[in-house]
């Protein structure tokens, strides 16, 4: 925070306005607990958690930066970043979450028409509606262009027949939001961005199992699905730009996330852990991972003024989806050498919850260089956008 | 790049036009062919001290312009990126000692010829070849009002140059305690002084000092007798992170250089930035030069605030700086091909100065495990 930012008479009178709100609405309980993740696991909010959702979410607090008349809370940046800090001081989290405020919401609001986010907005905005992501296919991964699910025009609707992969928390999902061909003459404006109501017949979801044990992702199936007209997104065959706009969001909230990996994120640090399991440093590589992780800390900071003093994102912000992807693996590898022979607990007694979870989470984060682009297509972007090197021919 | 003021940005901006028209890397070219003993053209000094560098640091009341270490920084940026070989930053390492423990008669005396470039100044503490400032046997007897200088010091940076040398010695207690470490202020024509001028790999001024007898005054003590390990540490946290500074110029410059060889170089019918091995070892060091961009910036910054994390964040910086030198400067050679192993071109400068760099004020495992003993791993 600048010194000018905290002598601003506006943002105090704000400050004190959201802390007064604060006290008043935020339930105690849950202090230090995150609730957004719950929701987005299907799993339904009851008692101080439901009420909490309630109340940011009927304030647009959750979505603070969203536009008031969609339900948003219509703040700026600075009064955004007030609220942040009112939250952190309290220990109260955003229970507001998932991919229809990290990804789909800002894309709606920048490119949906008058009617589209008059109806899709507010159930964002109130955490009420969860949206999932069909981009992948089984031949379309990295060369995601190359996408076949077909959406045929019958008139009064799109008739869509295909198949998505990797759908996160699809079996959770009301909507989706999808990239089908509307043409198959050519291949990247031959796409489409269209928003499918999961409910409707045809549409079958089965959930993957992953090597963490856990199903995070789904193979969601359409057959013969009905999407009436009114839910295209964009221009017809204009899909690509409004999906690769949506994928910038993804990845500035991916590269977010590997900033509290890179901050040792809320579970305690690794060094506190290898104290316990093996006494020192011996060989400097827990300071190395840490030194590692302050750079990024680091680097997300010098971004982010940079970023404001310019009035937009620069270059920089082009390697924090690897330097975040690869830090949380690194660390996730260093704990589990740490735990030795209590790091390989699959379930069950003589292993402490804490160490089922780091391994579950080892598992898990081997996604995370794999998913909202391969670290090899970031290292493509990096080299083709930033470094202006050239196809290979 | 840090969010600069109106007043760094110029200074900035004016460095990098004076590199580029004064000193590019055929002026470090020419000075090294010359055979030049001292490491530096003493022409392309007097600019840079006309141009007010030598001052960036020294307060205006000692006739500098005080702007701090975060803008020296900037110039050494600069300078490094076409190897500018000067004794400004050996200079500002002295200098720091000063304004961290000089009482008011040192500052009088020599912050002034400091800030205008009339002395040079250097800061003299190794005695092995590894980095290892509380490695301290270089002897300073009491002997009636004064002491008696006897040891020696290795691989001083412009050492043989230096008017004024920062002499650390011991004054009490045995070779690697902390305890009994005292500061003096030496003058570099001392009697019984011996000064070796080396040829070091990368051409610039290094010097070994023999201490024979060298007697200086009580008034040569810098800050308190006995205690000076705090300050000569403090003083190679602004050293190293100024080091760090124009390390990261050159790295930035060598990977300039070499992306614009990708991009023009053509073998197989096409430039060979097309093909994917070399396009991602350049994001690799793309994503290390923001990294530890960050990290340099940090550093200079909490100087100049005073923070708290002073030493972390600069062990920081150095660790991360020595990887970054260390990878470019191969990453140079090796993406130029045959051309990158001969002299004539420039990547031999450049991985000749990365190495030099790296090893001064500690290298990559010693800032690591000082961090970690900082942060009490």
């Known amino acids: 925070m600048s010194a000018a930012e905290k002598l601003d008479p506006e943002l105090e009178s704000f400050r004190a306005e959201a802390r007064a709100w604060l006290a008043e609405n935020f339930p105690p309980s849950l202090k230090d607990k995150d609730v957004s993740m719950t929701a987005m696991a299907g799993i339904t ?81 109130t955490g009420t509606v969860r949206w999932c992501q069909g981009y992948s296919e089984p031949n379309a991964g990295s060369d995601l262009a190359a996408l076949r699910t077909q959406a045929v025009d019958k008139g009064d609707h799109y008739l869509v027949n295909g198949q998505k992969i990797w759908t996160s928390g699809a079996q959770f999902a009301d909507w989706c939001f999808c990239l089908v ?39 969601t199936f359409f057959t013969d699905v009905k999407v009436p007209k009114e839910n295209l997104m964009g221009p017809l065959n204009g899909g690509w730009t409004i999906g690769k706009r949506l994928l910038q969001f993804e990845r500035a909230g991916l590269g977010s996330g590997g900033g509290s990996a890179g901050r040792g994120g809320a579970a305690q640090g690794i060094d506190e852990i290898a104290k316990k399991y093996v006494g020192t440093d011996e060989k400097g590589r827990i300071a190395e991972h840490q030194m590692s992780a302050r750079a990024f800390a680091l680097t997300i900071a010098r971004a982010q003024a940079e970023a404001k003093s310019n ?25 589990l050498e740490i735990m030795g022979s209590q790091g390989l607990g699959w379930e069950g007694e003589g292993f402490t919850r804490e160490e089922i979870e780091s391994t579950r989470a080892w598992l898990g984060g081997k996604a995370v260089t794999i998913y909202g682009g391969t670290a090899e297509i970031q290292n493509n972007i990096i080299a083709k956008r930033i470094l202006g090197l050239l196809d290979h021919q | 790049m840090a969010v600069l003021t109106e007043e760094q940005s110029m200074l900035r901006d004016a460095a990098k036009s004076w590199v580029s028209e004064k000193s590019p890397v055929t002026a470090f070219r020419k000075m090294r062919d010359s055979g030049n003993e001292d490491g530096f053209d003493k022409a392309a000094w007097k600019e840079i001290a006309e141009m007010g560098w030598t001052g960036i640091i020294i307060p205006e009341e000692f ?58 100044a250097a800061l003299a503490v190794d005695e092995k ?94 800050g308190a ?42 073998q197989f019918g096409q430039v060979i930035g097309t093909f994917q091995a070399l396009q991602h070892r350049a994001a690799k060091m793309f994503t290390d030069l923001e990294l530890t961009r960050s990290c340099v910036e940090a550093a200079l910054t909490a100087i100049d605030r005073n923070a708290n994390d002073i030493p972390a964040l600069v062990s920081l910086a150095k660790a991360k700086v020595n990887e970054l030198a260390h990878l470019v400067s191969n990453e140079m050679v090796q993406m130029h091909g045959g051309i990158g192993m001969t002299d004539a071109h420039d990547s031999g400068l450049y991985l000749k100065r990365a190495r030099a760099a790296e090893a001064t004020y500690g290298s990559a495992s010693f800032h690591r495990d000082r961090y970690a003993r900082l942060m009490g791993y």
């Open chain 1, 45 to 125: 909010l009851s008692g101080d958690a439901k009420l909490w959702q309630e109340r940011m979410g009927a304030k647009g607090w959750g979505t603070p930066t969203y536009p008031k008349q969609y339900g948003g809370g219509g703040l700026t940046n600075a009064q955004a970043r007030v609220l942040q800090q009112e939250m952190a001081r309290i220990g109260a989290k955003n229970p507001i979450g998932g991919m229809g405020v990290m990804m789909f919401g800002p894309t709606l609001l920048e490119y949906g028409n008058e009617e589209q986010k008059a109806r899709h907005v507010p159930g964002i905005v």
């Open chain 2, 63 to 120: 006739g500098g312009s005080g702007l701090g270490y975060l803008t020296l920084g900037l110039v050494l940026e600069e300078m490094g990126r076409t190897l500018t070989a000067a004794p400004l930053l050996s200079t500002a390492a002295a200098t720091s000692a000063l304004l961290i423990a000089g009482n008011d008669a040192q500052k009088k005396e020599w912050l002034p010829k400091l800030a205008e470039g009339k002395a040079i």
């Open chain 2, 225 to 266: 007798v006995d205690n000076g390990f705090d300050v000569l540490d403090a003083t190679l946290d602004r050293a190293r992170a100024a080091l760090a500074a124009e390390m990261l110029g050159a790295a930035t410059q060598e990977f300039e250089t070499t992306l614009d060889y990708l991009k023009t170089r053509v």
């Open chain 2, 129 to 222: 070849s590894h980095h290892a400032p509380s490695h301290m046997t270089l002897e300073a007897k009491k002997t009636g009002g004064g002491y008696t200088l006897n040891g020696k010091k290795l691989f001083v940076q412009d050492g043989g140059a230096a008017d004024l040398l920062v002499v650390a010695a011991r004054t009490a207690g045995k070779a690697d305690e902390k305890n009994g470490i005292t500061l003096f202020l030496v003058p570099g024509n001392a009697s019984g002084l011996k000064r070796t001028k080396l040829k070091s790999v990368d051409s610039r001024g290094v010097a070994n000092l023999e201490f024979h007898n060298v007697e200086v005054p009580g008034s040569a003590v810098l």
């Open chain 1, 181 to 219: 061909r509307t043409d198959n003459s050519k291949k990247h404006e031959g796409i489409s961005f269209l928003l499918i109501d999961m409910k409707s017949p045809g549409v079958e979801v089965r959930p993957i199992k992953l090597i963490s044990g856990n199903s995070p992702f789904c193979e």
């Open chain 1, 311 to 335: 009035a937009g994102p620069n270059q920089t912000t082009s390697i924090m989806k690897n330097a975040g992807s690869k830090l949380q693996q690194e660390r996730a590898e260093l704990l």
